[in-house]
């Protein structure tokens, strides 16, 4: 049984960071090309990052030179840190695999940028 649990989610000023984690079972990260997700309030679910097996990254346009995201194979746990946060980068932030597992999806983790 494949279990994600996404943490490290709040509410930060616009400017801040946030280092949200992800700690899967049932699946062997460092094998697969995982990566994060987020669904705004009214908006479809978009991809923001990913890592391949050989540490690879690649950002939405939206995104790139403000989060980072890597992986601990030896947890089994894929991050994103997110600096310079935006109100628009307000959303549940999920993780799985590109394109996602036939497993669904975690509970996901807010994150919400306001002042």
């Known amino acids: 049984q494949v279990q994600l649990v996404e943490s490290g989610g709040g509410l930060v000023q616009p400017g801040g960071s946030l280092r949200l984690s992800c700690a899967a079972s049932?699946?062997?990260?460092?094998?697969?090309?995982p990566g994060w997700y987020r669904q705004a309030p009214g908006k479809q679910r978009e991809l923001v990052a990913g890592i391949t097996s050989v540490g690879s990254t690649n950002y939405a346009d939206s995104v790139k030179g403000r989060f980072t995201i890597s992986r601990d194979n030896a947890k089994n746990t894929v991050y994103l840190q997110m600096n310079s946060l935006k109100p628009e980068d307000t959303a549940v932030y999920y993780c799985?695999?590109?394109?996602?597992?036939?497993w669904g999806w975690g509970q996901g983790t807010q994150v919400t940028v306001s002042s």
């Open positions: 799985n695999l590109i394109p996602p597992g036939y």
């Open positions: 049932g699946v062997i990260f460092s094998i697969k090309h």
